[in-house]
């Protein structure tokens, strides 16, 4: 009689690594509908006269702010050390 030859081991299972892709189509998928639901809910606000007085404030406020970082003199004072430089007019 012959011995009984040991049985090769099986090989491992590698990983697939999908999980990770599943869970940035998630995340994906929730940022596409949270952005696709606020700007149903922007563009429902501008048809109102309140809604675009407060659409009109905040960019009036984002020129007032682009303005005041790229006036005439900030850079000096980013070089001083000033990391949030804003002049006024």
């Known amino acids: 009689m012959t011995p009984n030859p040991i049985p090769a ?3 491992p299972k590698t990983a697939s690594h999908r999980g990770c892709l599943v869970a940035l189509a998630c ?3 929730v ?3 949270s952005c ?3 700007g ?3 563009w429902r606000a501008a048809d109102t006269k309140a809604g675009r007085q407060a659409l009109g404030v905040v960019g009036k406020g984002l020129d007032l702010a682009f303005k005041g970082a790229h006036a ?3 850079e ?3 070089k001083a050390g000033c990391e ?3 002049v006024a007019e």
Do not use: Y
Request: glycine residues 16%; aromatic residues 16%.
């Open 27 to 29: 995340f994906a998928g």
């Open 84 to 86: 949030g430089a804003f």
């Open 36 to 38: 696709l639901a606020g």
């Open 76 to 78: 000096a004072l980013r």
């Open 72 to 74: 005439p003199g900030t």
């Open 40 to 42: 149903f809910f922007v």
């Open 9 to 11: 081991r099986p090989a």
């Open 31 to 33: 940022l596409l509908v």
